[in-house]
Each structure stands twice: as structure tokens, then as C-alpha cells.
């Protein structure tokens, strides 16, 4: 399967670039979508199209667009999180409705009850659990159905993330910053720690870029370079070279080549402009990369090389995709989401296996998964 360059370039009618699926890791709820619960340690592909675009894996369960816009999810669906209009779990791919608008769909490592996703209208949809105004619809409630996020039509990237509960983090196209969900320790960056059940924007400045969020931990760059962090610090989480919470944005340093950041269980890393790859937070599995295991509060590089590109973070593993095509994780393996074949953890970046043709990567609480363009 990885020793083959043998692959079908497809795209849809309106130019979207799609390409095969691959899953591995945890699979007791069916995450993987490969028609049953059997955990994989290497990389096995999503059945046999080569029009996937999009993925978000996540803990219990995965939602990926095609590149026709169709919206697809399978694995654990107790809270309506799959999007189906029911409960019921699916180990395989099923369609969320029958649009074909579906754009990017937003979830990240510790979201194991809802999802998000923008339609090429810049409009966002959410749905499963409603805890703690998780999906900002002004209310409580769970929705096993996408329901519209207010009436904007400008959003360009959201992401949710899970301590307990959930928070998300959504930027605009014209640069301004929402929260809403959770916010135990100020991670909505609203100098207080008061749950939002709608998104409320982060101070007043139009110049956020890409948002990232953790366990607790929000993260993100501005137009002008800079990275700011704010919410729970244990463990250096924020990167502020102490382990002070935060409910409001603090920069990350003085630097002004900050580019793609992601975050994960206390950790969080990103990627700067010269291709170099920094982490910071938590390190007790290897998580940060850095062929050690001492935790870091403030960004330390990862090895020497300049061609990182797209960095992705699980609970307590890490992957990046490099300029060249290739993938490479590290951190804990004990269900095999590093995609070595085996449990190993690795403290440094292992690649998995050989191919140069990596281009969508996502990891889950303890799944990992690629699309190959």
C-alpha cells in the first residue's frame, strides 16, 4: 500500500483537489471508517475514492468533505455528533444530508461530542453536544443536525477542542476573532472565566490569522507575524516561559515569523515562516519532538531542518507534513497513532513510510489521519 506512487489525481467539476483517505490508531467506535472496530498501527486508506479534500479526525469519531462539497462522518454518534439526524454509531462513511456546499470541517484532537464545519458560503454549522454553549447557538441544547452559528457569511477557519467540555475559536475574514463554549480557565480570552454560549469576539483588533486550540489552551497568529497564547498553563502550555494562566491573549515572545500554530494536551507547537518547527507545554511522552522528556514553557526548535509545513497535535503525540511531501509523527504510540506498525513512542519525528505525497493531516485524542493528494 505506502510502497506505491500508483495514485489517481482527481478533482470535481469546480476545481477542488480530492485524493485518498488514510486512518489509523484507535478504532472502538469505528473512527477509522473501515467498516469495523479493529485498531490499525500503520496507515489504511477510507475505502476506494480519490475524491476526499478535508479531514477532522478526532477522538471518538471523523467528519471529512470531498471535493464534490459533500459532507461525510462515521464512528461514535451518542451525542448526534455524526451530524445523521440519530444516534447511531457508524463504522463506515455515511453523508451528513444531501448539500453539496461543504467546505472545511473543524474539529481537533479532544472533541469527541461535536462538530463544526464552514460552507463555501462562509457560513457555520455545528452539531451534537451543547454543553456549555459549545456549539453557539445561544443555548444548551444538543443537535444530532447542522444548525446554523447566527447569520454571518464571512467565516474563514474554526476549530474546537475539549478539556472536559468543549470551546471553540473561530476566525473572520476580515481578521477578527470569536469564542464561545467552555471557558474554566479563561481559554475564550475574555479576562474572565464565564461560559459563552454564542461567539463573542476577542478583544477588538482585525488582524487574527490561524487559530489553534488545546486542553484549555488557545493559541494564534496575527497578520503581522506575532503568536499570542492565553487560557490554562500548566506545564508551559501557553509558551510564555512560566506556567501562569491567562484569560486574555499574551505574545509569545518578540518575534514577527510565526506562521501555522496547532495545540494538543498541554502542549502546542508551530510552525515559522522559515520552515523551522518550534513546541513548548507538557513533554511526559515525547510529545514536543525534542528526543526528551522535560517539559518546556517556553518554544524550543525541533531538530535543524527548515521544510516543516503543517503541523497537526493529538493528546500526547505530534505529526507535521514537510514541504516535500512527507509525513512524520512523534510522542505516544499506544495504540499505534504514530503509524509505525507498532506501540513504540518515539521522542523525535519518525517518518511514516515513504511516500511524498502527504498533503491533509489530522490527529485525533489517539487516531491519526492523512489525505494523499
Not at 496507515?43 to 471529512?64: C, D, K, R, Y
Not at 464561545?180 to 478583544?203: C, H, Y
Not at 518578540?254 to 520552515?275: E, H, R
Amino acid at each position: 500500500m505506502f510502497g506505491s506512487r500508483n495514485f489517481l489525481f482527481a478533482k470535481s467539476a469546480g476545481g477542488a483537489v480530492g485524493g485518498k483517505l488514510f486512518l489509523w490508531g484507535k478504532n472502538n467506535y469505528g473512527q477509522l471508517g473501515t467498516g469495523n472496530t479493529t485498531y490499525y498501527s500503520s496507515p489504511v486508506q477510507v475505502g476506494a475514492l480519490t475524491t476526499w479534500s478535508q479531514i477532522a479526525t478526532t477522538t471518538l469519531h471523523t467528519v471529512a468533505v470531498k471535493n464534490t462539497g459533500q459532507l461525510w462522518a462515521w464512528g461514535r454518534n451518542n451525542r448526534g455528533q455524526l451530524g445523521t439526524g440519530n444516534t447511531s454509531n457508524y463504522s463506515s462513511p455515511v453523508q451528513v444530508g444531501a448539500l453539496t456546499n461543504w467546505k472545511t470541517p473543524s474539529v481537533s484532537a479532544h472533541t469527541s461530542s461535536m462538530s463544526l464545519c464552514i460552507k463555501t458560503d462562509g457560513t457555520l454549522w455545528s452539531w451534537g453536544y451543547g454543553t456549555y454553549g459549545s456549539l453557539g447557538l445561544g443555548n444548551t441544547t444538543s443537535y444530532s443536525s447542522p444548525k446554523q452559528i447566527g447569520s454571518s457569511t464571512n467565516w474563514e477557519i474554526a476549530k474546537s477542542s475539549a478539556p472536559s467540555a468543549t470551546f471553540c475559536l473561530a476566525t473572520t475574514t476580515d481578521g477578527k476573532l470569536f469564542a464561545w463554549g467552555d471557558n474554566f480557565e479563561g481559554q475564550l480570552g475574555q479576562n474572565d472565566r464565564t461560559n459563552r454560549s454564542s461567539p463573542v469576539q476577542v478583544g477588538a483588533l482585525t488582524t487574527w490569522k490561524n487559530p489553534a486550540v488545546g486542553f484549555g489552551v488557545s493559541v494564534c497568529t496575527k497578520t503581522d507575524g506575532t503568536l499570542w497564547s492565553w487560557g490554562q498553563n500548566y506545564g508551559g502550555a501557553l509558551g510564555l516561559g512560566n506556567t501562569t494562566d491567562y484569560s486574555s491573549p499574551k505574545q509569545v515572545g518578540a518575534l514577527t515569523n510565526w506562521l501555522t500554530p496547532a495545540s494538543g494536551n498541554y502542549a502546542a507547537m508551530c510552525v515559522k515562516t522559515d520552515g523551522t518547527l518550534w513546541s513548548w507545554g507538557i513533554n511526559s511522552n515525547g510529545q514536543l519532538g525534542l528526543n526528551d522528556y522535560p517539559s518546556r514553557s517556553s518554544p524550543t526548535q525541533v531538530g535543524a531542518l527548515t521544510n516543516w509545513s503543517k503541523p497537526i497535535f493529538g493528546n500526547f503525540f505530534a505529526g507535521c507534513v514537510k514541504t516535500d511531501g512527507t509525513l512524520w509523527v512523534w510522542g505516544q504510540n499506544n495504540f499505534g497513532q504514530l503509524g509505525q506498525g507498532n506501540t513504540t513512542a518515539r521522542s523525535s519525528p519518525v517518518q511514516v513510510g515513504s511516500l511524498t505525497n502527504w498533503s491533509i493531516p489530522s490527529a485525533g485524542f489517539t487516531n491519526t489521519g492523512c489525505i494523499q493528494i
